[in-house]
C-alpha cells in the first residue's frame, strides 16, 4: 500500500501563509493524480485542489483559486500546497490523497481515492 505523509500545518494570523508538504511512498514509476482535501469542525471533509500524475494540470475549488497553488516534485516523491492570504475560513485538518487516476478525473469524490494521508491542522486565527 502507498503510504502518505502530511506535514506543515500550524498557527498563522489572516492573511498569512503556510506550505504544507505531503510525502509518498508511490514507486517512481506510477503517478497518480494526487489531491488536498480539508475537514473543518462539524463539516464534510471537502475537496480543495488536484494535480496530475506529471504536474502538468491542476484544479482548485473556488474557495482557494487564486490563494493556493498544488505542486509536485516527483523525483522526490514529494507534493506540495502553498497557501496565501489565508482566512479564517480555511481553518481545517488538511488531508492529501493519492487517486486511482492518472488524470483529472473525478477529482472531487473521495471515493476513488486510494490512499490517505494523516491529516495536518490549519488554524487560521488572530
Known amino acids: 500500500d502507498v503510504q502518505l505523509q502530511a506535514s506543515g500545518g500550524g498557527l498563522v494570523q489572516p492573511g498569512g501563509s503556510l506550505r504544507l508538504s505531503c510525502a509518498t511512498s508511490?514507486?517512481?514509476?506510477?503517478?497518480?493524480?494526487m489531491s488536498w482535501f480539508r475537514q473543518a469542525p462539524g463539516k464534510e471533509r471537502e475537496w480543495v485542489s488536484s494535480?496530475?500524475?506529471?504536474?502538468?494540470?491542476?484544479q482548485y475549488s473556488d474557495s482557494v483559486k487564486g490563494r493556493f497553488t498544488i505542486s509536485r516534485d516527483n523525483a522526490n516523491n514529494m507534493m506540495y500546497l502553498q497557501m496565501n492570504s489565508l482566512k479564517p475560513e480555511d481553518t481545517a485538518v488538511y488531508y492529501c490523497?493519492?487517486?486511482?487516476?492518472?488524470?483529472?478525473?473525478?477529482?472531487?469524490?473521495?471515493?476513488?481515492?486510494?490512499?490517505w494521508g494523516q491529516g495536518t491542522q490549519v488554524t487560521v486565527s488572530s
Open positions: 490523497a493519492e487517486s486511482q487516476y492518472t488524470a483529472l478525473f473525478r477529482i472531487t469524490s473521495r471515493q476513488y481515492y486510494r490512499s
Open positions: 508511490d514507486r517512481p514509476y506510477r503517478r497518480y493524480t
Open positions: 494535480i496530475d500524475g506529471v504536474g502538468s494540470s491542476t
